[in-house]
């Protein structure tokens, strides 16, 4: 059964960093794109960036470029996404997805992690 | 960088109606290579991770009840909830992973009238 956890969310105050993790099971984690998605309060979905399963492609959004960084460790089975100069419209639930084919985000998400940026 | 605009921004069909949700990129999501629209749709219910219905712009998945359907290619897309049920009610939202950054609509939230 494919499982996808995150952790590592929390409040934290603008100018701060947050590491999140996503810890997959149930799949080949190696060979698999992964994405980070996230969702503001009450907004809809926005999507962060992607990763490829050997770490040799990377995107970004826009609006995190420069300031969020996505690596894994494939030999833990791990997402992360390193978030620095956060800013309070970071404030989101962050989900981890499966990639699948032509690196679309697929049917397996998490559960999400609430990142809250306040003083 | 693609938009995604879907219409309307909500909706309320009664019990057994049809619902239609459009989507609108800002340019072609169709890969000429492979003459696939690199599309999906999604439905997300409260509380809930989104739930992935229609890829490539018309293949329901697996286990996706067979009132859903997908439709359209290039720029215009469409989902259709041909009689809808009780536990519908959630938020659409169309995606293109066509090309980075990948994007989606605002959303269409479905509702019972």
């Known amino acids: 059964e494919v499982q996808l956890v995150e952790s590592g969310g929390g409040l934290v105050q603008p100018g701060g960093s947050l590491r999140l993790s996503c810890a997959a099971s149930?799949?080949?984690?190696?060979?698999?794109?992964m994405h980070w998605v996230r969702q503001a309060p009450g907004k809809g979905l926005v999507w962060v960036s992607r990763i490829k399963g050997d770490g040799s492609a990377i995107s970004y959004a826009d609006s995190v470029r420069g300031r969020f960084t996505v690596s894994r460790d494939n030999a833990k089975n791990s997402l992360y996404l390193q978030m620095n100069s956060l800013r309070a419209e970071d404030t989101a639930i962050y989900y981890c997805?499966?990639?699948?084919?032509?690196?679309?985000?697929?049917?397996?998400w998490g559960q999400g992690t609430l990142v809250t940026v306040s003083s | 960088d693609i938009v995604m605009t879907q219409s309307p921004d909500s909706l309320a069909v009664s019990l057994g109606e049809r619902a239609t949700i459009n989507c609108k990129s800002s340019q072609s999501v169709l890969y000429s290579s492979n003459n696939k629209n690199y599309l999906t749709w999604y439905q997300q219910k409260p509380g809930q991770p989104p739930k992935l219905l229609i890829s490539?712009?018309?293949t329901r998945e697996s286990g996706v009840p067979d009132r859903f359907s997908g439709s359209g290619s290039g720029t215009d897309f469409t989902l259709t909830i041909s009689s809808l049920q009780a536990e519908d009610v959630a938020v659409y939202y169309c995606h293109q992973y066509y090309s980075t950054p990948y994007s989606f609509g605002q959303g269409t939230k479905l509702e019972i009238k």
């Open positions: 149930g799949f080949t984690f190696s060979t698999s794109w």
């Open positions: 997805a499966r990639g699948e084919v032509a690196a679309m985000i697929g049917g397996y």
């Open positions: 490539w712009a018309s």
